[in-house]
């Protein structure tokens, strides 16, 4: 059970929470999301108006940017702010290399809808972030949600901290990929892609908190423990981005932004739009290797 009291978002002692002087952040609900008013990422950021994005970011986990309408060259300028960007050969390729296009009006490669995931976990560095624009959005449905894992962490009993303080997890891209390419296909990327192992808590490398890092797309079991056992814990770890005050769900329109942290993050594509159209394209910034 979780007690109210700790889905205030707290930091790490020593964490400075100034005013925001460059935008307007209004929080979409109590611990996670928040819309980000007064920055044109059409433009070049300078550094101080970076830096408030980033604090925002690191406040609110996914921070959303209304009607920004970017191009993709624009959309990827934005994104390399938080550093270079990755491809992702398992996925549609848009206008370049490091663009996935999600375009579920012609039928193109599945994607992760309907589950709890956070992305990449697979590769040894997963990805620090992703920026996401709906450049169709359908007229009803189709929205994201959004779990805050360090809440989730936070509000775990001592008992469960104790148990999987520690504790390392197997990531492998096959459970998630093979139910959209079939055994063959998915075997072409297994020398690419090999199993790698990350702890079971995160610390986030700029904050300090702590924040589940498994998920059930990717996490295949805990190292070093009975596979009945693992699958039972792990059940109920990935089980924690099911709760509602932990979440935020966006709705779209069309020329929004989402930036998120994956870190610190799960997402979850609501689809519920068929046979209506839903076009994304996005960008994800390559990561560190989870501590």
């Known amino acids: 059970m979780y007690e109210g009291t700790r889905l205030l978002n707290p930091f790490p002692e020593g964490w400075e929470e100034r005013p925001y002087r460059r935008i307007e952040v209004t929080p979409l609900s109590r611990v996670i999301g928040a819309e980000i008013r007064g920055a044109d990422l059409s433009e070049p950021l300078d550094e101080e108006l970076r830096e408030e994005i980033n604090r925002a970011l690191l406040e609110w986990k996914v921070v959303f940017f209304r009607g920004a309408h970017l191009t993709p060259e624009q959309q990827r300028a934005f994104a390399r702010n938080w550093g270079e960007l990755e491809t ?7 206008s370049a290399d490091d663009v996935v296009r999600f375009d579920k009006s012609a039928g193109s490669v599945p994607t992760f809808e309907n589950v709890w995931h956070t992305d990449v976990t697979f590769r040894e560095r997963p990805a620090l972030g992703a920026v996401l624009q709906l450049r169709e959005v359908p007229p009803v449905g189709g929205d994201t949600m959004w779990a805050d894992m360090a ?3 936070d509000n775990l009993s001592d008992e469960v901290k ?5 504790a390392v997890a197997v990531h492998d891209f096959i459970p998630g990929f093979v139910r959209f390419y079939g055994p063959e296909k998915v075997a072409e990327h297994q020398d690419e892609f090999p199993p790698v192992e990350h702890p079971v808590v995160r610390t986030h490398p700029e904050t300090g908190r702590k924040m589940l ?4 797309s990717f996490t295949t079991h805990i190292k070093g423990m009975d596979r009945a056992e693992s699958d039972r814990l792990l059940a109920y770890l990935t089980r924690q981005a099911h709760t509602p005050e932990y979440q935020v769900r966006f709705h779209w329109q069309a020329g929004d932004v989402a930036f998120w942290d994956n870190r610190a993050t799960q997402h979850y594509a609501v689809a ?3 046979p209506q159209p839903r076009v994304a394209e996005r960008v994800a910034i390559a990561g560190d290797r989870p501590f």
């Open 88 to 94: 992702n050969p398992l996925l549609a390729r848009g």
């Open 151 to 153: 809440a989730a962490y």
């Open 162 to 166: 104790e148990r999987i303080e520690g």
């Open 213 to 216: 890092f498994v998920n059930t």
């Open 272 to 274: 519920d739009y068929a």
